[in-house]
């Protein structure tokens, strides 16, 4: 989590000092002053950055070194096993085509759609986080 957390600092200073050049550059070359809808923008993709990549150093400290911590780390030693996926999911299509339908909603502001698509959502996101929480159906479990 080491990697991941540089990177976002990385980019928290990048965006920190793009939106202060942006600033001086936009209060000196143009007549109305600084151009506050672009430095805003940029300070708050700074502080998004700044939020990730603080939770991702918070989160190396808890957990123990991967492999991509380790400046001499081969690349075998990153094999095995990295979880479980689903093979036969199709809760995740499921999610894409409901978000797909909110984001139409959204874009087009249809209050019906945006209804349905956020009910859509909510079932398809339960679907898939409770997938393995039933049980098997042919272990006789009747719950």
């Known amino acids: 989590m080491k990697v991941e957390a540089r990177i976002f600092e990385i980019v928290t200073i990048f965006a920190f000092f793009i939106a202060i050049v942006y600033a001086v550059m936009t209060g000196l070359m143009t007549r109305d002053g600084v151009e506050p809808i672009g430095t805003v923008a940029l300070i708050l993709t700074g502080g998004l950055a700044l939020l990730a990549g603080s939770y991702f150093r918070f989160i190396a400290r808890r957990i123990e070194q991967r ?59 339960g679907g898939l986080v409770f997938e393995y929480h039933r049980g098997s159906p042919a272990a006789g479990h009747s719950e």
Not at 76 to 84: C, K, Q, R, T, V
Not at 96 to 120: D, K, N, Q
């Open 67 to 125: 492999p991509e911590d380790h400046d001499d780390a081969e690349v075998s030693d990153g094999a095995g096993e990295l979880g479980f996926f689903s093979p036969g999911s199709y809760w995740p299509v499921a999610l894409a085509a409901a978000a797909a339908i909110t984001g139409i909603a959204l874009a087009y502001f249809e209050v019906w759609l945006l209804v349905i698509g956020v009910v859509l959502l909510l079932i398809t996101i």
